[in-house]
Structures are given as structure tokens and as C-alpha cells.
């Protein structure tokens, strides 16, 4: 390859664990493929949680990963380096500004270190989180049970966010869901 081209080192990147549908073979790994494609996201490996968290399923079977550490299972998923470009576009897809997830820290290990119980490489990067004004309640709904990793099973019945009844908000949507009896 010979000469790589440095990133520049003004360039910060933010280091965000996603756990849901931007996962590799996901629905909106597209979203991640035009950041890397771009340069403003890289794959840097899969890690798990050092953490349990409960990871659930709401509306549409669109997956949170709930702030309650100590509950749950310790949830794997995928580590991205992205640009403050980068950044901005997963907010926007993740609803920051509108409450429907909220980002926060969360401390995750490398998938082998917990195997052999080592917390040799431990690093905290950012998450997205059921928001807190809804977060009680899909707990609740989800009867407690969560799951360590969001896979095609859990994936089942996913309904893209175009393909949902648009009168209806992402809130609404939740709303909705918590307030239906479970099956």
C-alpha cells in the first residue's frame, strides 16, 4: 500500500458503540458504509459491555439499550471511530435533538478479555440510549428480559422507519408500545 494517508490531527473522532440496526448486516449499516466510504467512520472491532446492561426491543422491533447498569446481559456489539461529520449524521439518525435516544458514556472491553475475565483493555466511548422519558417504561413492558446482542433473530419483524404509520411520531410510537399489553 505504501503511503497511507494520515487522517489530520485536528481531526477528532469519537469512539461510539452501536449495538443495533447500524451493525454490520443490519438496515442501517448503510448509513455506516457511506460514513466509511467518506472517511468519517472507521470499524475499529467488536466489544462487549464491561458493564451489564439490559438491550430491548420496542416499537417495530427497533432495539435500546437501557441506561440501567447491573441489569441485563453484557451486551456486544460494534466499535466506530467517527468525524464530528460523522457524528452529527448519527445523531440526526438517532433522534438527539428530539428525544427519541440520548448519548451518553458507557465503558466497554475487548469480547476476548471477558471470556478470560482479564480487564486488561477497558476504554469508555459513547452510546445511544433509550431516552430517560420512556425508559421506565419499556423496561416494564419488556418484563425484564433483555438480550446480550441484537441479532437476525431479535432483528425479526424490523420495520424500516419510511415503512411505519407516518402520522404517528418515533414517541408516539413508543407510547403506544408501552401502553399495549405485552404478548
Known sequence: MGHETMMPAKTTTTLVFTYGTLKRGFSNHVLMQDLIRSGDASFKGVY??????????GPYRVPFLLNKPGSGHHVTGELYAVSPRGLSRL???EGISRGHYVRQQIRL??????ETETSSSS????AYYA?????????????????GAYTENEARGYVKRNDRPQHLSFLDHIRIFVSSPCD
Open 48 to 57: 462487549q459491555t464491561l458493564d451489564k446492561y439490559p438491550l430491548v426491543c
Open 109 to 114: 472491553a475487548a469480547a476476548e478479555d471477558l
Open 131 to 147: 431516552h430517560k422519558s420512556y425508559e421506565e417504561e419499556l423496561w416494564k413492558r419488556n418484563r425484564g428480559r433483555s438480550f
Open 91 to 93: 445523531d440526526e439518525l
Open 123 to 126: 476504554c469508555v466511548v459513547e
